[in-house]
Nanobody, 117 residues
């Protein structure tokens, strides 16, 4: 059974940097497509970005500020957040496509990021 555990969230000020981690357990990790999503209070879940093989893709509001990376040896996914804004405040979730079928089938419990102005 795959388990994903996010960490690294917290309270930061606008303009700061923050790195989120997502530790994975279970089956093969290196071949997974993995993504980050976020959900702010009262809003729908929003796509942040994903990494598949050596390629990354980001939502428009994250381009140039967020970077996704994956350490296969450590079985950990990262989200480096730079120049954060108050509108980045949300619960951030990592997800994995462990079956290579184009959909995320495993999700973490989320980590809260709060950006003060």
């Amino acid at each position: 059974q795959v388990q994903l555990v996010e960490s690294g969230g917290g309270l930061v000020q606008a303009g700061d940097s923050l790195r989120l981690s997502c530790a994975a357990s279970g089956r093969t990790f290196s071949g997974w497509t993995m993504g980050w999503f976020r959900q702010a209070p009262g809003k729908e879940r929003e796509f942040v970005g994903f990494i598949s093989g050596g390629s990354t893709y980001y939502g428009d509001s994250m381009k140039g500020r967020f970077t996704i990376s994956k350490d296969n040896a450590e079985r950990t996914l990262y989200l480096q957040m730079n120049s954060v804004k108050p509108e980045d405040t949300a619960v951030y979730y990592c997800a994995a496509d462990t079956s290579a079928n184009g959909s995320y089938d495993s999700w973490g419990q989320g980590t809260q990021v709060t950006v003060s102005s």
